[in-house]
């Protein structure tokens, strides 16, 4: 079964600072996708960034980059030089095969509150 | 601008009513997909749509149903809405296969009176 573990219901950060985001997950499977999705008051569901099982080298999308250490099984979020906009829930996912099917499996989320 | 569209933003519904929630991609996506989110629940999966007129039961199927007549919609339904069901529901499409994440729509919010 696939599992995906967020161990820290609620952050703060002071603006102009770095934090991470803590992630970890359970598959057997050899290959899977690791993201990171931003839910603001407003409800959607952004994508921010991904990560390949078979990447070697950590992703990176501007501000964001996600520190992936397999043997570990975690897939860490670093937000660079916080903004106020960062403020929102963000939640880790895994895409694996599950019973055939490949289905996405998401963590229970993290409040990321930036404090101006 | 790729886009997942839901029919409604919010909705408001009595308790034995029948509920039609609709959602639309204009990506040509194989899989489709229903999630409900509820505080300190997260996102749950409710039935899922792997290509047209297929579909699968997800973790809490319990009182609904969907339909996937065309690849580029996937309603859910709910055949006698309850006071339990209200929620977030949020539509996800994608391509398939493990390096492929979700394209969510903006959610409806739904009452249940």
């Known amino acids: 079964a696939q599992k995906i573990t967020q161990t820290q219901p609620g952050m703060f950060v002071q603006e102009k600072e770095a934090v991470t985001l803590d992630c970890t997950y359970d598959?057997?499977?050899?290959?899977?996708?690791l993201f990171w999705y931003k839910q603001p008051s407003s409800g959607e569901m952004i994508f921010l960034i991904y990560?390949?099982?078979?990447?070697?080298q950590n992703a990176t999308e501007g501000r964001y980059s996600l520190n992936f250490q397999k043997a570990r099984k975690s897939a860490n979020l670093v937000i660079s030089a916080s903004q106020l906009g960062d403020s929102a829930m963000y939640f880790c996912?895994?895409?694996?095969?599950?019973?055939?099917?490949?289905?996405?499996?998401f963590g229970t989320g993290t409040k990321l509150q930036v404090i101006p | 601008d790729v886009k997942v569209t839901q029919s409604s933003r919010y909705l408001v519904k009595r308790t034995g009513e029948k509920v039609f929630l609709e959602c639309v991609q204009d990506?040509?996506?194989?899989?489709m997909f229903w999630y409900r989110q509820d505080p300190g629940l997260g996102l749950r999966l409710i039935y899922f749509?792997?290509?047209?007129?297929?579909?699968e039961k997800g973790d809490i199927p319990e009182g609904y149903s969907v339909s996937r007549e065309k690849k580029e919609r996937f309603s859910l339904i709910l055949e006698s809405a309850s006071t339990n069901q209200t929620s977030m529901y949020l539509c996800?499409?994608?391509?398939?296969?493990?390096?492929?994440?979700?394209?969510f729509g903006s959610g409806t919010r739904l009452t249940v009176v």
């Open positions: 990506m040509d996506h194989e899989n």
């Open positions: 598959t057997s499977d050899q290959s899977y996708g």
């Open positions: 996800a499409s994608s391509f398939n296969g493990p390096n492929y994440g979700y394209t």
């Open positions: 990560q390949g099982s078979y990447d070697e």
């Open positions: 749509s792997y290509d047209v007129k297929m579909k």
């Open positions: 996912a895994m895409r694996a095969n599950s019973g055939g099917y490949q289905k996405v499996t």
